[in-house]
T-cell receptor, first 112, second 112 residues
Framework: NAGVTQTPKFQVLKTGQSMTLQCAQDMNHNSMYWYRQDPGMGLRLIYYSASEGTTDKGEVPNGYNVSRLNKREFSLRLESAAPSQTSVYFC???????????FGPGTRLTVL | GENVEQHPSTLSVQEGDSAVIKCTYSDSASNYFPWYKQELGKRPQLIIDIRSNVGEKKDQRIAVTLNKTAKHFSLHITETQPEDSAVYFCATQEGSQGNLIFGKGTKLSVKP
């Protein structure tokens, strides 16, 4: 039982490049989330998927898109990376809604 | 929307002392209040949570208290140990069913 996994662990992009962050969970959770973590800012919600087939914007969605591929997988895409998107990105999942959230190991992204 | 204020931002204690971290929130409909611990370079992990039908919950050396009238809740760590050194985040949900909103975190340092 791996819990929540994320790939890649580290990534460096140039401004304007695109990339997709992958997230998968094997706990049969319904809800999945993408957060970004910046120094002194806590965890801010980018997008979430309350259940398979649905996605919604969170607090800071600009510059990102998501896909809930199936119940297990939830990906985050940066279409045209900007230096302001330099951050640590965490995926999380929960059984349903505001319950215990289990986090992945994170992806450290640097945009030059 | 919901606003969560967390204090202090940094806290340094001697091993064996107690540590208290406080959070205030604005949405009176919130009814779920988790606390997460994040060690350096690791993912956030839930350490304790409380729901609005109780005022206090304990788990060994950690406890959380909730005052719904004043809209604040606190994390108490007794007999602190060096391994308690980490960043602690409080959170509450937006409305009665909404997503989690996190505080900006408290960096706790326990000096041996």
């Amino acid at each position: 039982n791996a819990g929540v996994t994320q790939t890649p662990k580290f990534q460096v992009l140039k401004t304007g490049q695109s990339m997709t962050l992958q997230c998968a969970q094997d706990m049969n959770h319904n809800s999945m989330y993408w957060y970004r973590q910046d120094p002194g800012m806590g965890l801010r919600l980018i997008y979430y998927s309350a259940s398979e087939g649905t996605t919604d914007k969170g607090e800071v969605p600009n510059g990102y898109n998501v896909s809930r591929l199936n119940k297990r997988e939830f990906s985050l895409r940066l279409e045209s990376a900007a230096p302001s998107q330099t951050s640590v990105y965490f995926c999380a999942s929960s059984v349903m809604g505001p319950d215990t959230q289990y986090f992945g190991p994170g992806t450290r992204l640097t945009v030059l | 929307g919901e606003n969560v204020e967390q204090h202090p931002s940094t806290l340094s204690v001697q091993e064996g002392d107690s540590a208290v971290i406080k959070c205030t929130y604005s949405d009176s409909a919130s009814n779920y209040f988790p606390w997460y611990k994040q060690e350096l370079g690791k993912r956030p992990q839930l350490i304790i949570d409380i729901r609005s039908n109780v005022g206090e919950k304990k788990d060994q050396r950690i406890a959380v208290t909730l005052n719904k009238t004043a809209k604040h809740f606190s994390l108490h760590i007794t007999e602190t140990q060096p391994e308690d050194s980490a960043v602690y985040f409080c959170a509450t949900q937006e409305g009665s069913q909404g997503n989690l909103i996190f505080g900006k975190g408290t960096k706790l340092s326990v000096k041996p």
